[in-house]
């Protein structure tokens, strides 16, 4: 069965570069999570999707963007990189939005800044 | 607002033993979703189970079962006759309909099983 596709799976940028992470939904799933895992932590949502309008904020730094394309494919933009962004970035999707739709994520990003 | 605890950071157990990560969660909805996750050092999530709050009846697979108790908000996980791939980070996860759908996630537990 197809699954969430993640690209890159690793990236490595220095400080104040910007990055482009990609998901590509499993099929006829409409929503999209974005969720930061830094190094001993657990994922911490950021931004969801659903039918390319945001539906939901967390905790996403002003310097971050993301948007759903109408092939419902996500994007997650980040500039001016700092150290601190390294850090393991999941993408998920699911059928609908609302706890009720199961959420499948993909196999991250590991993004290192140096 | 919902929280999920894993009040175990870390567990150490020798290979054949049993082991019970514990999952207690706080959420004002009443209709909400369980799931447990693993993680290997390799770093991507494995789905594990996913239980909704109105179906409290455990469950087995294999060497894993879970033990829903929403008298005691809690979702713990056990694994029988544990081996060494099972050395792992295993997170709980929430998500409800008033929460949009997105999941909280525990602070997880690394599991090692020793040889």
């Known amino acids: 069965a197809a699954g969430v596709i993640q690209s890159p799976r690793h990236l490595i940028k220095e400080k104040r570069e910007t990055a482009t992470l990609k998901c590509y939904p499993i099929?006829?799933?409409?929503?999209v999570y974005w969720y930061q895992q830094g190094p001993g932590q657990d994922p911490q949502f950021l931004i969801s999707?659903?039918?390319?309008?945001?539906?939901d904020k967390g905790s996403i730094p002003d310097r971050f963007s993301a948007q759903q394309f109408s092939d419902y494919h996500s994007e997650l933009n980040m500039s001016s990189l700092e150290l601190g962004d390294s850090a393991l970035y999941f993408c998920?999707?699911?059928?609908?939005?609302?706890?009720?739709?199961?959420?499948?994520f993909g196999p991250g990003t590991r993004l290192t800044v140096t | 607002a919902q929280k999920v605890t894993q009040a175990q950071t870390e567990i150490s157990v020798v290979e054949k033993e049993d082991v019970t990560l514990d999952c207690v969660y706080e959420?004002?909805?009443?209709?909400?979703?369980l799931f447990w996750y693993k993680q290997p050092p390799s770093g991507e999530l494995v789905f594990l189970i996913r239980?909704?709050?109105?179906?409290?009846q455990n469950e087995i697979s294999g060497r894993y079962s879970w033990n829903f108790q929403k008298s005691t908000s809690s979702f713990n996980f056990t694994i029988t006759a544990s081996q060494v791939v099972d050395s792992a980070v295993y997170f709980c996860?929430?998500?409800?309909?008033?929460?949009?759908?997105?999941?909280?996630f525990g602070d997880g537990t690394t599991l090692t099983v020793k040889p």
């Open positions: 099929p006829r799933h409409d929503t």
């Open positions: 959420t004002r909805d009443t209709t909400y979703y």
């Open positions: 996860a929430l998500t409800s309909n008033t929460n949009a759908g997105k999941s909280t």
């Open positions: 999707f659903y039918e390319k309008m945001q539906s």
């Open positions: 239980r909704n709050s109105f179906d409290e």
């Open positions: 998920a999707s699911s059928p609908g939005t609302g706890g009720f739709y199961e959420q499948y």
